[in-house]
């Protein structure tokens, strides 16, 4: 079993698994069509929503077609407002032929259609990730024309989407986390500071961190009570080299006369995993909402650069990027940085160790950060910002605890009970090193004694 120290990365490691699963589940869910259709002196009004359910949070597509199959040249205009709740994503909106234009929500058209043609006019909408489930709503479109008036409409259900199996759990956080936030950036904005989701998500990983405050400090405490029973360890794991069974159960034995639980460090990583999948899942949302289309200083958005369950790099490869190399360089920034604080982190909560199988680990987990700065290129900056400011202030309550945190740790020793020194991490070398002189000047006497 990887030693405990270890597990936060394999189960940072397992929720990406997990979005990664969702997106795919999310992405392969089948799709039904529907259609409406008006008719009237040649022309035809039609209305095509590729899914006849309107999931919440998701996007969903239209397409109005004019069809004219009169003998004469007709010059209609088309008005569709969008109802509500639906969210118009004006960045959609496209038409085959004609001028098109939007405005309080409102798609119009007008222009001039051949005998035997047609005009497409798309848009896409959302709705809202806190819609009322079971609500019907009714998309009108009507044309007008030199020979009548055209009125067509689409009737969809709004219904929770299925993102997977963790979903119908996690929806409920997502929920809070996006309020949260939405909330958080009102009062912000009302209070007059710039990049107002920006900051909100810093508030909101303050939050966070002191909320869960009481753990950490448990995973700290265990993570220091079981470096001061190191010598201990090495010296069990040297007993019982050839009896792994022996050496377990000596171990756990030694656990518990110290009062020490060796996985105590992953139940603050356990809390945090749904709120790093929710967090993910709520700025989905609120970008799809074009609610964090503002930037963060030099981040041109905090929803990008990857677009809705892209999750590759594709924004920034093949070189040069898609994007430009000003807003890739702009995006690059803050990925090295969480690289860099990763790194950084890990060095300071990572102690030297005499043991060859957990030496051998820590070679290997040096690579955790670079799979940090990978999940940052593929994720919205919005979370990058989160994992940044969450490493900040990890290493600054990790040093609090180092230069503060007075935890010795007990163990059974001989009948009796020695209680160990606590030590900094600038003391774990040298006490390493000491016990190591120590054990080798035992050695040394004891085959001197038998000599004699």
Not at 134 to 139: D, W
Not at 271 to 285: C, E, G, H, N, R
Not at 322 to 344: D, E, F, K, N, R
Not at 348 to 357: A, G, H, N, V
């Amino acid at each position: 079993m990887p030693s405990f120290k270890f597990w936060p990365f394999l189960i940072f490691a397992l929720g990406m698994f997990v979005i990664a699963f969702q997106s795919t589940a999310t992405a392969a869910s089948p799709e039904r069509h529907g259609l409406t259709q008006a008719s009237q002196n040649g022309v035809t009004l039609d209305i095509n929503s590729h899914n006849e359910i309107a999931n919440i949070g998701e996007i969903l597509s239209y397409t109005l077609v004019i069809t004219n199959s009169s003998a004469a040249i007709i010059e209609p205009t088309l008005s569709n407002p969008i109802p509500a709740p639906f969210i118009l994503k004006t960045q959609t909106i496209s038409a085959s032929m004609g001028s098109v234009s939007h405005a309080n929500n409102t798609i119009s058209w007008a222009g001039t259609i051949p005998a035997g043609q047609h005009v497409e006019i798309s848009y896409s909408v959302i709705p809202p990730s806190l819609s009322s489930t079971g609500e019907t709503i009714v998309n009108v479109a009507t044309v007008t024309f030199s020979g009548g008036t055209l009125k067509a409409e689409k009737s969809l259900i709004t219904q929770v989407a299925y993102h997977g199996i963790t979903w119908s759990f996690l929806r409920p956080i997502v929920n809070v986390i996006t309020i949260a936030l939405m909330y958080l950036e009102g009062f912000l904005v009302k209070a007059h500071i710039p990049y107002a989701y920006g900051f909100s998500i810093i508030l909101f990983t303050v939050i966070i961190r002191l909320a869960t405050f009481p753990l950490n400090m448990q995973q700290i405490k265990s993570a220091k009570a079981m470096q001061q029973l190191q010598p201990k360890m090495k010296a069990l794991q040297d007993k019982y080299k050839d009896d792994r069974e022996a050496l377990a159960a000596a171990q756990m034995k030694m656990y518990s006369e110290a009062g020490v639980n060796p996985l105590g460090g992953c139940l603050p990583m356990l809390i945090q995993m749904p709120v790093w999948i929710s967090l993910y899942w709520a700025l989905i949302q609120l970008s799809l909402e074009d609610l964090l289309t503002e930037g963060f200083f030099w981040i041109p958005s905090l929803a990008g650069p990857v677009s809705y369950n892209e999750g590759s790099i594709g924004w920034l490869w093949p070189l040069p990027p898609h994007i430009g190399w000003g807003p890739a360089l702009a995006y690059m920034v803050l990925p090295i940085l969480l690289v860099v604080s990763q790194m950084y982190m890990q060095e300071m909560m990572t102690p030297p160790s005499t043991d060859p199988q957990q030496a051998q680990m820590q070679s290997m987990m040096r690579f955790m950060p670079l799979m940090f700065g990978y999940f940052a290129l593929v994720v919205p900056s919005g979370l990058t910002l989160y994992w940044f400011v969450n490493n900040l202030l990890m290493m600054a309550q990790q040093h609090f605890t180092q230069t503060n945190l007075q935890t010795p740790a007990v163990a059974t020793v001989g009948g009796g009970t020695v209680e160990a020194p606590s030590l900094k991490k600038s003391d774990w070398s040298t006490s390493t090193n000491n016990n190591s002189k120590e054990g080798t000047s035992d050695a040394t006497k004891r085959k001197s004694k038998h000599k004699r």
